[in-house]
Every structure is written in structure tokens, then in C-alpha cells.
């Protein structure tokens, strides 16, 4: 996280102007001009595989690093739980 507050400060990245209402309480209209972040781990790998030179900055990080770390999460983490019903899809379709 400091590596990306540091990206956005030295490519002086507008962070946009703070949002003072609920987003909760706003219409469809309105939400789609509200940026959003990935909203899964699937979509969060993707992201970082698009943009990730930020962190190889100060050698903190390496590109195998990174790809490593990318295929882990997917192979262990995303992969499985794909294979696998969801609990939900127990108590919709097998309860009684």
C-alpha cells in the first residue's frame, strides 16, 4: 500500500474529489459515475497483473515475485473454490 501511495504522489494521480453522500442512498444514475474497486480476488489479480510497475520500484519486489504470488493466489485460492458448492447452493437446491 505505501508502494501505491507513493506511485500516485509521484505521478501526481488526481485521487478525484471525496464523495459526501451515502452511496447506499443513490440512484443507478448516480452510481455509475462512482468509481469503483475490483470487486472480487479474481478481478483484484487481473488488476494487478495489468499495472504493477509501481512495485518493482526500489527493488523492493521482482516480476517473478509477483507472478509467483499471482499464480498462489489463483491455484489455491480461487481455483478451489470454484470446484467446490458454495453453501448457499446447498440450502437453494438440496434442503428441503
Not at 7 to 20: A, S, T, V, Y
Not at 39 to 50: N, R
Not at 84 to 92: D, Q, T, V
Amino acid at each position: 500500500m505505501l508502494l501505491a501511495g507513493l506511485d500516485g504522489i509521484q505521478n501526481r494521480i488526481d485521487p478525484g474529489e471525496p464523495l459526501e453522500k451515502d452511496i447506499y442512498d443513490l440512484s443507478p444514475e448516480e452510481l455509475k459515475d462512482v468509481p469503483t474497486l475490483p470487486g472480487s480476488l479474481d478481478d483484484s489479480l487481473k488488476a494487478l497483473e495489468a499495472d504493477h510497475d509501481f512495485l518493482l520500484k526500489g527493488d523492493v519486489f521482482s516480476p517473478q515475485l509477483i507472478e509467483r504470488w499471482i499464480t498462489y493466489k489463483r491455484d489455491r485460492e480461487i481455483t478451489p473454490l470454484r470446484m467446490r458448492p458454495h453453501p448457499l447452493e446447498f440450502a437453494m437446491y438440496y434442503d428441503i
